[in-house]
């Protein structure tokens, strides 16, 4: 009688995967969250060979699923989706920028947590992995550009998630004369660069410089020569929110301005001559008087 061979479930083989999955956390990261002495020394000569004399570039692991600006001093909190129960093993792997890839790992059958490569204080889990498995950042750094993937892996088989964080800086916006007379306006440490329109349009020139922290500084100069213009205007456009400055020209005019207490000091010293003066004539016409009565 011929032997029929059984083919497990397919229900079964995303579990094989999981407790793979897991034998595998356990070999490479202890219960501590602290690797072996090999997989240290091992980080730090490639972390040491890849940042040694210059800036790290960024490698951007599969395509993101999802990108999220975020601006620069404030709270970020990444899901890690889908809101599964069931989830048996959750791992985040963190890709700043110019830094070495950092491992977050929960472990929901022994309710264990642990982490590889993590030394930013401000990355951490939102509240308990075991009910919520986001991750927050606070607060959010230039530092933090990057990649997040969120990896689950349940009863039902194996979900990520990739988010393209993308810091942004408002930038300082300030319009002013420099030296020469002519009007510049200056969007300072923006991130990304900022744009700057002018009204009424004149002879304007506009350049920018890279800050190398990721922020740019734009700096627009203007002048209306030979034009009967009064006052003009600069307009900054940033994807952080916009700003409108304006600037009157006084042509032919040089006004003076002073503070309440230089004013003060100024009528008095005013006031001081004149009653010296006062009295200065009231004594010399006296004193002609009395020389005539004499």
Known sequence: MPCTRRTPKPRLLPILTVYLALECIRAGVGSSGTPGN?????????HSSSVKGKERSLTPPAEA???????????????CP????????????ISPRDQPPCTRVHRRDNNETSERNCTDARISWES????????????????????????????????????YLRVLVPP???????SNGTIVCRAA??????????????????????????????????HWEGRQVSKVSCSVS????????NFTLNQG?????????????????????????LVTVGFIYFKKANDCSA
């Open 82 to 93: 889908p809101d599964n129960s069931t989830a048996l093993l959750v791992t985040w792997t």
């Open 65 to 79: 699923n999802s990108s999220l600006s975020v601006l620069v001093d404030t709270k970020a909190v990444l899901l």
């Open 172 to 178: 300082k916006v300030t319009l002013f004369r420099d």
């Open 238 to 245: 940033h994807v952080t929110g916009n700003k409108n400055l």
């Open 189 to 222: 440490a923006g991130k990304p660069s900022a744009q700057i329109f002018w009204t009424p349009e004149g002879d304007c020139h506009t350049e920018e410089e890279p800050l190398g922290n990721g922020t740019v500084t734009v700096k627009s100069t203007c």
């Open 128 to 163: 308990r992995p075991d009910q919520n498995p986001a991750l927050q950042i606070d607060p959010v750094a230039l530092t933090h550009d990057g990649y997040y993937r969120c990896e689950v892996a349940a009863d039902d088989g194996l979900f990520g998630h990739t988010y």
């Open 253 to 277: 005019v040089i006004t003076l301005e002073f503070p309440a207490s230089d004013l003060l000091i100024i009528l008095y010293v005013k006031f001081s001559l004149f009653l010296v003066i």
């Open 38 to 46: 090999s997989t240290k020394q091992q980080t730090a000569s490639t």
